[in-house]
């Protein structure tokens, strides 16, 4: 697929700007020790108060940052309600993990806020027997959502210790549908393709072309695309094959490393 088949699809203006605010975490409190999941042992009563407790975290988050907003999907609000945010970020941070902002993880990255996990996965319209590629595992939380919608989901990272810790952290907490690689999100996953979603979670200057190749007929790609203004796009192909492109919102997200630096925007 080339880019000259693309067409650019009208959408309504958006009405904010979502960025992943990194700044509102108070740096001081981030000393990670690379290993986010809990302690061994058996859960005492201070354990389960704790686990309730985060459970109406989870409901709170969704009820304040998802419901009243425009996330309406039933299914990605189940799955927003279940996964357990809090093992995906530093222990240190674990009490901000419901919050409505992004936080710092590994290897200097970042976990999207929920509300952006949310809206790209809605937007992807992931169904139970779809095959998904996830683009920069990071933590693993964006795998894990699509693990409790989709049949498969293959995730990407291109920093090894954050594939490692991600895939560890995935298997610890059951998730036997993901399969995690390290290596350059750009090319993608040929081996496994074609995927029904593909969600990105870094920003190229461009869509990459190794991913609408591996895009299904009826697939949805939902991607960062843009340097210091971004904006998500949702790129569909329909039964044809044929690529049709939208916006949604702005967003600010991490640059895409590795090819996507040395890749020029096809003309």
Partial sequence: MTGSSWRLMAAEPPARRIFLPIGLVIMGLFRSTG???????????????????REQARERMVRQQMETRDIHDPRVRAAMRKVPRHRFVPRALQSLAYKDCALPIEQGQTISQPYIVALMTQLALPGPKDRALDVGTGSGYQAAVLAELVEKVYSIEILRPLAESARTRLEKLGYRNVQVRCGDGYRGWPEQAPFDVILVAAAPDHIPLPLMDQLAPNGRLVIPVGTFRQE?????KDAAGKVHRRKTVPVTFVPMTGEARRTKAPE
């Fill in 35 to 53: 290993d986010t999941s809990a302690q061994p042992g058996i859960p005492g009563p201070a354990s389960v108060a704790q686990n309730e407790g």
């Fill in 232 to 236: 998500l796009l949702v790129v569909e």
